[in-house]
């Protein structure tokens, strides 16, 4: 079920005559499915990085486990997940941040991913940070100043697709 049919639901059923004219902005360009106009009120609502266009949107409202969150009650949604569903089709996919910021709504920085290939991910990152933290904690034994404990890591070359 998307996003507009459920807030549709919602309003109908709780709504008086002029329920559609009392919503908000936002909830009112969600049930017209007007994407353009979401992502519009959505950024609105974030911090962005003036020299950087292509930078983070990050989001200033309410937030729930460090992730963005639009509404109260039953049609609440994960901000991301609306700028996504707003974006491009998702159906039951998980959207995975390429930029690794849980607050950052920026469709660009947005993926679609199996739920496992999410978790998958999450839990390989977490699995070498570990990994990496033991064989440092193994090298400040061996040789305290070692350099590669100062030395802060060089960004990966950009991946070829
Ligand atoms: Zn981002």
């Known amino acids: ?18 329920w559609f004219s009392r919503l908000g902005g936002l909830r009112q360009a969600i049930i017209r499915c007007d994407g353009p106009e979401v992502l519009e009120i959505l950024r609105t609502r974030c911090t962005l990085d003036p020299k950087d266009p292509h930078g983070c949107w990050v989001w200033t409202g309410a937030k729930r486990s460090g992730y963005g969150f639009i509404g109260r009650g039953p049609t609440n949604r994960l901000a991301h997940r609306v700028a996504w569903d707003f974006t491009e089709e998702l159906g039951t996919l998980s959207v995975h941040h390429t930029c690794g910021t849980r607050l950052c709504i920026n469709p660009q920085h947005l993926a679609a991913v199996t739920h496992l290939e999410n978790v998958a991910e999450m839990l390989g990152r977490r699995s070498y ?33």
Do not use: C, S, V, W
């Not at 064989?135 to 400040?140: D, P, Q, V």
């Open 129 to 161: 940070l570990r990994r990496i933290h033991e064989l440092e904690e193994a090298l400040r034994q061996f040789d305290p100043n070692h350099p590669l404990l100062t030395r802060r890591p060089k960004p990966l070359p950009p991946e070829e697709n």
């Open 1 to 18: 079920m998307t996003t507009a049919e459920e807030y549709y639901r919602y309003y109908t059923r709780h709504g008086l005559p002029g």
